[in-house]
């Protein structure tokens, strides 16, 4: 009797596996997850470091893990020893994304060409400012006479003084105006000697770069100066500067500053110029 009910045991049991009423359980496949922690700070401030743990786990072994800012690559991991990676972020806010929204992408593979991103957006805030000096009075060829305000053609922009020849510090002016070529011209520290201008006899001056500007004196705001292009470095001088021209320049520092000029000396003799200027704080 109790073979006969195993026997049919065993014709029900096969009969249902045949007709599907039961199926081998299924393996549990890992979960491909990119993981940026709900701590990361939304909102950050120029010179904020941002750095946090980002966890990855794949249901194969690992073969890529990229972090784009935008649609530029800054970072990936060459060699992978598994299907999880703790990677760690870390980015430093620069200028230039004052007032901007960063989108961090992680996009990681495996090895069967399963792909998972994860996106970190963060707000910048502009919380750089613009400080702003008028009828800055510079003479011509470093002279150690005074005219006006002017007390010589040395300029410090950080500081908005004015410095002659023999106070001239050179670890710390970063404008410079002379006569090149008989055309009144904004000159780097630097370049004083090779344009046959006056610097005392003193070295180590800091270098400037310039170019000419579209942008609007009045309302620039520190965001546009960030964004515009570095002069090359051929830029040391620019030259024939003209009443209300407006000059870009960029300093050994990295500070960025607009120039307009608002008085020349008639016909590249004169003594000296008065030009606004702004400059990032």
Do not use: H
């Not at 300029?155 to 002659?164: G, H, K, L, P, W």
């Not at 100066?225 to 520092?253: A, D, E, R, S, W």
């Amino acid at each position: 009797m109790k073979k006969t009910a195993y026997f049919f045991a065993f014709v029900l049991l096969s009969f249902l596996y045949s007709c599907g009423g039961i199926t081998d359980p299924v393996p549990t496949q890992t979960a491909f997850t990119v993981t940026v922690p709900s701590t990361a700070p939304s909102t950050a401030k120029v010179g904020d470091a941002l750095a946090f743990a980002v966890n990855v786990a794949a249901p194969n072994t690992l073969t890529k893990f990229e972090v784009r800012k935008g649609s530029s690559s800054i970072g990936n991991v060459p060699t992978f020893t598994g299907a999880t990676l703790t990677y760690n972020f870390n980015y430093t806010v620069t200028a230039q994304d004052a007032g901007q929204t960063l989108n961090f992408i992680f996009l990681a593979e495996d090895a069967k060409g399963n792909s998972k991103s994860a996106t970190y957006t963060v707000n910048v805030t502009s919380n750089v400012s613009l400080i702003t000096n008028t009828d800055v009075r510079l003479l011509n060829q470093g002279a150690t006479v005074t005219v006006g305000t002017a007390t010589g053609s040395f300029y410090i922009s950080a500081e908005n003084r004015v410095q002659n020849t023999a106070e001239a510090d050179p670890a710390k002016v970063d404008i410079t105006f002379g006569i090149v070529t008989l055309q009144p011209s904004f000159v780097s520290p630097d370049a004083r000697v090779a344009n046959n201008l006056n610097v005392g006899g003193k070295t180590g001056w800091t270098r400037t770069l310039f170019s000419t500007s579209t942008l609007n004196f009045d309302n620039v705001t520190a965001t546009e100066l960030n964004n515009v292009n570095p002069p090359t470095i051929q830029n040391l001088v620019v030259q024939n500067v003209v009443v209300g021209g407006v000059y870009f320049f960029q300093t050994t520092g990295n500070k960025r500053g607009l120039i307009r000029v608002k008085s020349l000396p008639p016909n590249g003799t004169g003594t000296d110029v008065v030009f606004d200027i702004k400059v990032i704080k």
